[in-house]
């Protein structure tokens, strides 16, 4: 069964870092595209950084670049997000998710997700 498990979520002051971790299991790890996303309180899903499944390109938001950073670890089945200089803003609940290489996906739509684990920037 494939999983996606999140972990490495706290609350964090703002200017604060955080590194959250994403172990996946029951699917072919380096097939995949991984994907970060988070989900305000009340507000709908936001993509916020991908990387390929070799690791060698990766993708941010604008309100997150320079700021975070996403790796893997294929010989672990690991996705990281380093998040530095975080803001009140990056508040949210944040989701790993994954799609296959080369295949079609509408918008939002992925394999898998994770449970989710909360990030909170707050003084």
């Known amino acids: 069964q494939v999983q996606l498990v999140e972990s490495g979520g706290g609350m964090v002051q703002p200017g604060g870092s955080l590194r959250l971790s994403c172990a996946a299991s029951g699917f072919t790890f380096t097939s995949y595209t991984m994907t970060w996303v988070r989900q305000a309180p009340g507000k709908g899903p936001e993509w916020v950084s991908t990387i390929n499944t070799g690791g060698t390109s990766t993708y941010y938001a604008d309100s997150v670049k320079g700021r975070f950073t996403i790796s893997r670890d294929n010989a672990e089945n690991m996705v990281y997000l380093q998040m530095n200089s975080l803001k009140p803003e990056d508040t949210a609940l944040y989701y790993c998710?994954?799609?296959?290489?080369?295949?079609?996906?509408?918008?939002?739509?992925?394999?898998?997700w994770g449970q989710g684990t909360q990030v909170t920037v707050s003084s």
């Open positions: 998710a994954s799609r296959l290489s080369g295949r079609y996906y509408r918008m939002e739509e992925y394999d898998a």
